[in-house]
């Protein structure tokens, strides 16, 4: 099993869109795959169809009292949801043993299940994120095509993971991914530049063999397959879009051993 983790602590990267679409594509390759909810917003439960707050189970309970992880099946992939309660878990979890630990350990119970296991992590730095970080193998860090938050983001970043990686030393990063990038844009193609020097610049083990993908455009159809609760592939088949997100489904896949 190979645990992925979409992460970067701000909000409104496409962490949940890149989430889904890549679950799905992994699933139809074959690559039995898990996405894991761990914002309390729930946007990937919403995503799959899920009414959050009609959930007997969620994440939260694994989490809190290391009751086994609930898996919801859908049309595209099998979830583990979340909910609100989530936040709640995030302030107690402060005060319990192995904190850090406790996705990890929730995961490594169905390790022999999935060959993959995709997290879709919170807009935030704290509990939830720091488990996020420990239970990956590889990240995928999603960046937003806006100069501005390309830097203030960056240095955040790697700090976050350089600590993660004194926690879970076999963490590697696995990519960054340029987002919602409209090319005719002179901003947006500056933070494409500015991705490319700063994944230049970063040279610790955990960076070794990171990728900047190819940038997922900006795209409409790409919102409206979410509020549709689709794939882009099942949404609109031909989308531009598709190619950035297929190949990052590659790369992950070429790091998963799958088990028949
Ligand atoms: N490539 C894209 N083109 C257009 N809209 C996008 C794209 N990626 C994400 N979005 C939209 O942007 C919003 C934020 O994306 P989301 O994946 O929820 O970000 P995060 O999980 O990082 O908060 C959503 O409404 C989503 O549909
Ligand atoms: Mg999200």
Do not use: R
């Given at each position: 099993m190979t645990v992925f983790s979409v992460f970067n602590?701000?909000?409104?990267?496409?962490k949940t869109t890149l989430t889904m679409n890549l679950a799905h594509e992994l699933n139809t390759r074959g690559v039995k795959t898990l996405a894991v909810d761990m914002d309390p917003q729930a946007s990937l439960t919403t995503f799959f169809g899920l009414d959050a707050y009609e959930l007997?189970?969620?994440?939260h309970n694994s989490l809190m009292d290391s009751e086994p992880l609930p898996i919801e099946s859908s049309e595209w992939c099998d979830l583990a949801p979340a909910n609100l309660t989530l936040a709640q878990a995030e302030l107690s979890l402060t005060?319990?043993?192995r904190r850090e630990y406790r996705l990890a350990d929730a995961l490594s119970k169905i390790?022999?299940?999935?060959?993959a296991i995709i997290v879709d992590g919170p807009p935030s730095l704290g509990l939830l994120s720091v488990n996020c970080l420990v239970a990956a193998d590889y990240l995928i860090v999603p960046l937003a095509t806006n100069y501005k938050a390309v830097e203030a983001t960056m240095g955040l970043l790697r700090v976050s993971i350089e600590i993660a990686s004194k926690v879970n030393p076999g963490l590697k990063v696995l990519g960054l991914v340029p987002t919602m990038f409209d090319r005719r844009t002179s901003g947006a193609r500056r933070a494409k530049e500015a991705i490319d020097d700063i994944a230049k610049q970063l040279q610790l083990p955990m960076f070794e063999g990171m990728q900047v993908f190819a940038p997922v455009p900006l795209r409409t159809a790409i919102s409206d397959a979410q509020e549709a609760h689709q794939p882009l592939s099942v949404y609109d088949s031909k989308n531009d879009g598709l190619k950035a997100i297929r190949k990052i489904a590659d790369v992950m896949a070429s790091q998963v051993e799958v088990t028949v």
């Open positions: 602590m701000s909000g409104g990267v496409g007997p189970k969620t994440i005060a319990e043993l390790s022999d299940q999935y060959d």
